[in-house]
Every structure is written in structure tokens, then in C-alpha cells.
């Protein structure tokens, strides 16, 4: 067993493994939120370390890291060309984007900027120290570029990965009736960069059930929110003096 931890096999198995089971409990509860694939492999996959930590006498920490991160990296570096198969949707409505560019980019600027405000207004509410809301800073973009990003701002990226999938689970659950709240069906424009910004891939795949304009829109909003993201959540960080 030993040996069988100590390569990447495990990483790899574990998270193929918890994956599948979040998938098959997603459907035979048909769609229910709580049984999103990507949050069950994840509550799943901390509940096995931490089991083999107390199984092994050591610590979680060290399980993850010498155990499962070297498999899971090689899972996370497959997020990146997944990441820029958004292109696909994208460059079939181009049309699109290059009738409201100027309106996209400004509303995911202020969007970008409100939100990280807010996030910083919640987390000092709460009682965050200064790496707890660097951690939260970024979590509008997608993990693989919110995860880097908040470890070059010196936050815990593995909260940011929380954050981020929470984020989803929560755009699709309340996906339909944050549309309908908001009257964004009457919009494909806003829908799309609304569920794309906050839901990420998941939020790009609901935005696309919609409609192609939607799935355009949420795919924009996946890329162009990393790049603000990339710009903005440095700079704002540095003004509030984190």
C-alpha cells in the first residue's frame, strides 16, 4: 500500500475515483445541487486523506503532499487546456463580441472590482486575517488561474480552489432562479457573463443549455475575468494594504 502511495498513481486514482462517485450520486438524485460532481470529489477526497492520515499516524498535510499532490498536479495541469477550450463556443459568436466588447469588458471591470470590495467588506465582518481574504480575492476567476494568482499575492491557494468550486455549486443551484430574479432571460448578453463570472465552468455550461449567445458570453467572461483578475486583484490588494 505504501508503495502504491507513494507514486502519482494515487493522486491520479483518487481523484478519477471520487469524481465518478460525485457523478453517479449527481445522477440518481437527478440534478440534485448538493451532489455536483467536482464538490462530492472534493469533500470526498479531504474526508480519504484525512482517513489515511489517522490510519498512518501522521498528519493530513503530510499525506497530501507526499501522497496525493504529486498525482493531483498531474489532474491540475490538465485545467489549463480545458480552461482554453472555452475558445470554442467563443470563436463560433464572435460576432458577437466584437459588437459589445466595449460593454463586456467595462461590465466585467466593475463586476470584478464590486465583487472584491464586498469579499474584503465580508471576510474583515467575519474575521479573516490578511491571508484569509488574499485567499478569497481571486475567486471570481477559475481555479486554474484564481490558485496561482492568489499564491503570487500571498494567500492559501487552496482556499481560493474552495472558494472557487463553491462559487459553481452555488450558481447551479440558484442558477435558473438567479435568472429569473434578475429578468437576465431577457438578455442573453448578461446572462451568459453573469453565469459565466460567477459559475465558471459549470456556470458556462448552464449559460450554454440556454442558448449558443449564452454559452459565448459565459466562455468570454471565463477568460476575459481571469485577465482582469490578473490585473486588478494585485493592485487592489496592495491599496488596502494587504
Known amino acids: 500500500m505504501m508503495k502504491f502511495l507513494a507514486t502519482p498513481l494515487f493522486g491520479v486514482f483518487l481523484s478519477l475515483v471520487v469524481f465518478l462517485i460525485g457523478q453517479w450520486l449527481f445522477k440518481k438524485s437527478k440534478g440534485f445541487f448538493l451532489f455536483q460532481p467536482l464538490f462530492v470529489g472534493m469533500v470526498l477526497g479531504i474526508a480519504v486523506l484525512i482517513v489515511l492520515a489517522k490510519f498512518l499516524g501522521t498528519t493530513t498535510a503530510e499525506v497530501y503532499t507526499k501522497a496525493y499532490k504529486p498525482g493531483g498536479d498531474i489532474i491540475f495541469w490538465f485545467i489549463t487546456p480545458a480552461t482554453i477550450a472555452f475558445a470554442v463556443p467563443l470563436y463560433k459568436r464572435n460576432d458577437v463580441v466584437k459588437k459589445n466588447w466595449l460593454v463586456i469588458l467595462l461590465g466585467l471591470v466593475c463586476g470584478t472590482f464590486i465583487s472584491m470590495v464586498l469579499i474584503t467588506l465580508v471576510a474583515k465582518a467575519v474575521g479573516l486575517d490578511s491571508v484569509g481574504i488574499k485567499s478569497m480575492l481571486s475567486q471570481s476567476a ?22 472557487c468550486i463553491l462559487n459553481a455549486v452555488v450558481i447551479y443551484a440558484l442558477g435558473k432562479q438567479l435568472v429569473k430574479w434578475f429578468n437576465l432571460n431577457r ?38 475575468t481571469a485577465l482582469v483578475d490578473n490585473m486588478l486583484v494585485p493592485i487592489f490588494a496592495h491599496l488596502i494594504g494587504l
Open 142 to 163: 477559475t481555479t486554474a488561474v484564481a490558485m496561482p494568482l492568489t499564491q503570487s499575492i500571498g494567500g492559501n491557494p487552496s482556499v481560493t480552489a474552495m472558494a
Open 187 to 224: 438578455d442573453p448578453l448578461g446572462a451568459g457573463l453573469g453565469l459565466g463570472a460567477a459559475g465558471h465552468t459549470i456556470g458556462s455550461a448552464f449559460a450554454l443549455e440556454m442558448g449558443s449567445t449564452q454559452g459565448a458570453m459565459a466562455a468570454v467572461a471565463v477568460v476575459a
